[in-house]
């Protein structure tokens, strides 16, 4: 089969597309015939995973079950599923039986795709962590970026009010069809007097922010009294910010970050029942319909990666992988754009 890896060296990240066996799942995985994955910026920054080091990539598959372990209930041949998978920029992938979330009949595979990895860590951040209610301010720093539209989406679905942030007046005006309440065009760290002004003078109950420590201060700023700070990336490239103590002792502030990089297998899969019950329904009735930007086909991920980290896009980029069965010796990507 097909199947990209990386290698990264300082902060350069070479992509090399290579034939590999086609894997043999374990007890308590399923083999995916892969018809499409979507690109997430974390894989590609420099430091995730080890300098020199070749590893396969992609973090989030759909596709139908091909094969099955031993241990595996619940999931059968034929079975159209979606989830969290390492090496996903394949024809095949593994993944496990834990991670697995049957897709809903109305969403197509390509955005099913987009789907796992953003809006689980949207739920991560605004139920598990964030206990963002009905009727509470939402406030999402970089908001046209895939998990700031998956939590745009998922945050009205709880009923909040969403403020989000962005250095793009299209980007913002094409996200007013999903409820923006608010849109700030700005880069800056300049939107606290705003977000109190929208709130009267209250701040966001829920604070997710996708930038980096460059907004850091002005979201402390922009908390309301017991309110919460989402970290989930720095695309800034700041890791290191000032901290108000006054402010978070006084407001009874609460701060955490977001990430699976140290995370077992069976935290990150702790969440996938509650997901399952809680979310997918949503994207079953329609409420919420995963926002992608573009469709690319599977020999174009370098464009699609340079495409990403331009952030050139609202939403998600995937990668279509069609699939065939081709003599015995596996599967041939083949697809169109969109």
Not at 79 to 101: K, T
Request: net charge neutral; hydrophobic share 45%.
């Amino acid at each position: 089969m097909q199947s990209y890896w990386m290698q990264t060296n300082g902060a350069d990240a070479v992509l090399e597309l290579r034939d590999v066996p086609i894997p043999v799942p374990g007890p308590q995985q399923l083999l995916v015939g892969v018809h499409a994955s979507s690109l997430n910026r974390g894989e590609f920054l420099p430091g995730h995973g080890k300098a020199g080091a070749w590893k396969a990539i992609g973090g989030e598959a759909a596709g139908e079950v091909v094969s099955a372990g031993a241990e595996v209930t619940g999931f059968g041949l034929g079975d159209r599923v979606m989830g969290r998978c390492a090496g996903s920029f394949a024809e095949y992938a593994l993944l496990d039986a834990a991670e697995a979330i049957p897709m809903p009949a109305n969403l197509s595979f390509e955005q099913a795709a987009s789907i796992p990895l953003t809006f689980l860590v949207a739920f991560d951040m605004l139920v598990l962590q964030g206990r963002l209610k009905a009727g509470e301010w939402l406030l999402i720093n970089g908001v046209s970026s895939g998990v700031g539209v998956a939590s745009l989406q998922l945050g009205k679905a709880l009923g909040a009010k969403v403020i989000g942030t962005s250095g793009s007046a299209d980007k913002l005006a094409s996200l007013q069809s999903l409820g923006l309440d608010l849109a700030l065009c700005t880069r800056q760290a300049d939107f606290a007097p705003a977000v109190m002004e929208a709130t009267a003078g209250q701040g966001a109950n829920l604070i997710v922010n996708t930038v980096g420590g460059t907004v850091f201060a002005e979201d402390i700023r922009s908390l309301a009294f017991e309110g919460r700070l989402a970290t989930v990336g720095y695309v800034d490239g700041v890791v290191h910010a000032d901290i108000d103590l006054e402010a978070l002792h006084a407001r009874r502030l609460t701060l955490f970050g977001v990430s699976n990089k140290l995370r077992s297998r069976e935290q990150k899969a702790a969440a996938v029942p509650r997901f399952i019950a809680e979310v997918l329904p949503h994207f079953a009735a329609g409420r919420i319909v995963p926002r992608i930007d573009r469709v690319m086909d599977f020999a174009r991920l370098p464009e699609a990666k340079a495409l990403m980290e331009a952030g050139a896009h609202v939403g998600k980029i995937v990668l279509r992988c069609r699939t065939r069965p081709d003599s015995g010796s596996g599967q041939k990507c083949k697809g169109q754009d969109e």
